[in-house]
């Protein structure tokens, strides 16, 4: 069983601040985990990924994440926020790349970028 | 092709009517997966085809819903009888399967269904 919890629905920084992004996740197996982006009025994207290689990932943008099994987390950051961020970013999890490769979503945090 | 694509993007369908809904995924991506996303909520997963292995249709609300995936590729997520609470966006997404790298889903732009 997997599942992914997201602290805070509703995150707001100004531009130039910092953006952190939590997510905890629940696995029985070593977890692959996902960052997606949802840009308004668009479909989702893969943001960056952790396949149990270098625990601190890079993605696009200026985003990256650090996988700390101890914490079960895998929070998202970017050390300077940008207009262009806002959007909605949904952590998920999956079972690494056995069994099925279905992902576990969190309920997705809003991210506001203030002027 | 190049994306997964879904057809159509939106619809406007009455109580009762049955719709279906298309996603044509990435070529030569084994895995494809329906979710939906409905006003405020996270990505509630509905089911999941893997190749020529039986779906895991456990995230299916009701018996209104099914889906089928003909010769690995297209699928078809059809709603009978749709409710006003089935109003949603319908999100498909594929990926190589288990075994071929787990390297996430690319999703397409998803179908904005409406029962009124």
């Known amino acids: 069983a997997q599942s992914v919890t997201q602290l805070g629905s509703h995150v707001s920084v100004s531009e130039g601040a910092l953006v952190l992004l939590r997510c905890n996740y629940s696995?029985?197996?070593?977890?692959?985990l996902f960052w997606y982006v949802q840009y308004p009025n668009q479909g989702l994207q893969l943001l960056l990924k952790y396949t149990s290689a270098a625990t601190l990932v890079k993605g696009i943008n200026g985003f990256e994440a650090e996988f700390k099994k101890s914490e079960t987390s895998f929070h998202l950051t970017k050390p300077s926020a940008h207009m262009s961020d806002a959007a909605e970013y949904f952590c998920?999890?999956?079972?690494?790349?056995?069994?099925?490769?279905?992902?576990?979503f969190g309920d997705g945090t809003t991210l506001t970028v203030k002027p | 092709g190049a994306g997964v694509s879904q057809s159509p993007s939106n619809k406007v369908t009455e109580k009762g009517k049955d719709v279906e809904l298309r996603c044509d995924p990435i070529s030569g991506h084994t895995a494809l997966y329906w979710y939906r996303q409905s006003l405020g909520q996270g990505l509630e997963f509905l089911i999941y085809f893997q190749g020529n292995s039986a779906p895991d249709k456990s995230g299916l609300p009701s018996d209104r819903f099914s889906a089928e995936r003909t010769g690995g590729s297209v699928s078809t997520l059809t709603i009978q009888r749709t409710q006003q609470e089935d109003s949603a966006v319908y999100l498909c997404?594929?990926?190589?399967?288990?075994?071929?790298?787990?390297?996430?889903?690319?999703f397409g732009s998803g179908t904005r269904l409406t029962v009124v």
């Open positions: 998920a999890v999956s079972e690494g790349d056995t069994n099925a490769g279905k992902s576990t």
């Open positions: 997404a594929s990926s190589l399967g288990p075994g071929q790298g787990n390297y996430g889903y690319t």
């Open positions: 696995s029985s197996v070593p977890p692959y």
